[in-house]
């Protein structure tokens, strides 16, 4: 299992482009009422829509999704939930991959 760190910003919201393994990944972040949603399109596919996001909890969670590996948060100073104010440094995103 190889364990990648998506580079985000500390911004209320942002999209950005990446390649995992051989796919396209458009990711957006949004922060509504204290919380930080996600939507993630694989290829210009929509994979996940307005998914909040946890701390180490699966964003992707469902094999039959048109996505390889697995998204999630992770605080590495505690175990709470990603808000804005310390995305990139104390939350960071990950993509997970057996590949």
Same mark, same amino acid.
């Given at each position: *299992? ?7 910003? %500390?911004?209320?919201? +942002? ?7 051989? +796919? /396209?990944? %458009?990711?957006?972040?949004? *922060? ?6 996600? %939507? ?21 969670? /469902? ?10 948060? /992770?605080?590495? +100073? ?7 104010? /310390? ?10 991959? %057996?590949?």
């Amino acid at each position: *299992m190889k364990v990648y760190t998506i580079p985000i910003a %500390d911004e209320r919201s +942002q999209k950005l482009s990446v390649t995992l393994g051989k +796919q /396209e990944v %458009d990711i957006a972040l949004t *922060m509504r009422l204290g919380k930080l949603y996600i %939507d993630v399109k694989a290829n210009r596919v929509p994979v996940v829509s307005g998914r909040v996001c946890l701390n180490k909890e699966p964003i992707i969670n /469902e094999a039959f999704r048109p996505f390889v590996g697995e998204l999630y948060f /992770e605080d590495l +100073q505690g175990n709470d939930d990603p808000v804005f104010g /310390e995305l990139g440094k104390r939350f960071v995103l990950r993509w997970v991959t %057996d590949a």
